[in-house]
């Protein structure tokens, strides 16, 4: 599946856009400010429901405007889909072929994307948050039980926390404390051990692709770190309860999971140089795509974002080789030099869609 053509209302900073692309390499140049990067984000809002890089979707917003459109003509294997999201007055509808969905949910998974972008990095530096929000990322794509999971835990974790904050830090009915466990146990549950299969799954396909970007000199490794690798969830909420009550709000579960990264034992943050860390990052998106092949059968779009700006040419000459490999379906690309990102597009072999974004406010 592909997109063929994306048009863009008062989306970001563009007031109006078409785009017509093709089924493989797409090159969008322009100077900086001029909304690549927002084209790609469009392209992953059709597919997730949701920007890739702000949660609030009132701030997607052209200024001075009170709606949003995005509509996207996608084919697949020769069959026409048309989505349209509009985001209007606080409430956002998702259209696939004119009938509305009844719930965004449901949206989810029907097209896939992997972006790599220069902010990634902060899944390395950020917070522990940057990290679940991407891997919660992947595992909603690919399993609507997972994000249905995800959000019933959510919703159970703010009410016990509304609990608890009414508490102001004095046990007051354990029972009805005790009362949220019939949901929030089987949902975290149900996620922590998705999350252990799936890291599990995929950090052999990760160490390969690592280890080719950086020519097989170190070995990476993904970590899932959560108190229930130790004891189940019952246990947990037992042993926090006291704490749970003293703190206002719940102090453990999958909310609070991580994950770690590591070269040769060591954690990257601490000790890896600023080209491990581009290269785990990339290698980290590239076994996601990988990854996604091989559960769904479909082959997701690659969002690649002003990535040869921040990468040096050994690491971009690897990666394109990768990207260079069969498997690899529509790639959008955007560059402020359309003629560097061509000259390492030429491993690619075959013809390009050059187009340059003009458009903005």
């Known amino acids: 599946m592909f997109v063929e053509k994306i048009q863009l209302f008062h989306f970001k900073n563009h007031r109006s856009l078409v785009l017509n692309l093709q089924d493989g390499v797409n090159i969008l140049s322009g100077s900086n400010g001029v ?42 294997e020769d069959e026409p889909t048309e989505i349209l999201i509009q985001f209007e007055q606080g409430k956002k509808s ?15 998974g029907f097209l896939q994307t992997v972006m790599i972008s220069p902010y990634d ?17 992947i595992l909603c794509q690919l399993s609507t039980e997972y994000l249905h ?27 009805l404390l005790e009362s949220f466990h019939a949901k929030l146990i089987p949902s975290g549950s149900f996620i922590h051990a998705f999350r ?32 229930l690798n130790e004891c ?44 491990q860390i581009k290269s785990f990052v990339i290698a980290l998106k590239i076994s996601q795509f990988r990854y996604f092949q091989e559960k769904t059968g479909k082959t997701p779009i690659l969002l690649l974002d002003d990535i040869f700006e921040k990468i040096d040419e050994q690491r971009a000459h690897a990666l394109m080789e990768l990207v260079a490999s069969e498997g690899f379906g529509q790639i959008i690309v955007t560059d402020t030099h359309p003629e560097r990102v061509e000259h390492h597009l030429r491993l690619l072999g075959g013809e390009h869609n050059h187009i340059q974004v003009v458009n903005a406010e």
């Open 121 to 137: 990095i902060e899944l390395v530096l950020g917070a522990s948050e940057e990290r679940r929000r991407f891997f919660d990322m």
């Open 149 to 175: 999971h995800l959000m019933v835990y959510r919703k159970v974790i703010d009410q016990r926390n509304a609990l608890l904050k009414q508490w102001q830090g004095r046990m007051q009915d354990p029972d």
């Open 35 to 76: 909304g690549k990067t927002n084209c790609l984000d469009a392209i992953h809002y059709i597919a997730n429901g949701k920007s890739y890089f702000n949660s609030i979707d009132s701030q997607l917003i052209l200024h001075n405007e009170n709606f949003f459109t995005i509509k996207a003509q996608l084919q697949n």
């Open 232 to 275: 189940n969830f019952v246990e947990l909420l037992k042993q926090n309860q006291w704490n749970d009550v003293m703190a206002m709000r719940t102090t453990g579960g999958v909310h609070k999971d991580d994950w770690e990264f590591t070269l040769n034992e060591n954690p990257l943050k601490k000790f890896g140089s600023q080209g």
């Open 94 to 108: 998702i259209k696939k072929n004119g009938k509305a969905y009844q719930r965004i949910a449901d949206h989810v």
């Open 196 to 227: 252990q299969k799936f890291t599990e799954e995929i950090n052999p396909i990760f160490q390969r692709i690592y280890q080719h970007l950086s020519g097989g000199k170190e070995t990476p490794s993904l970590q899932y770190s959560s108190p």
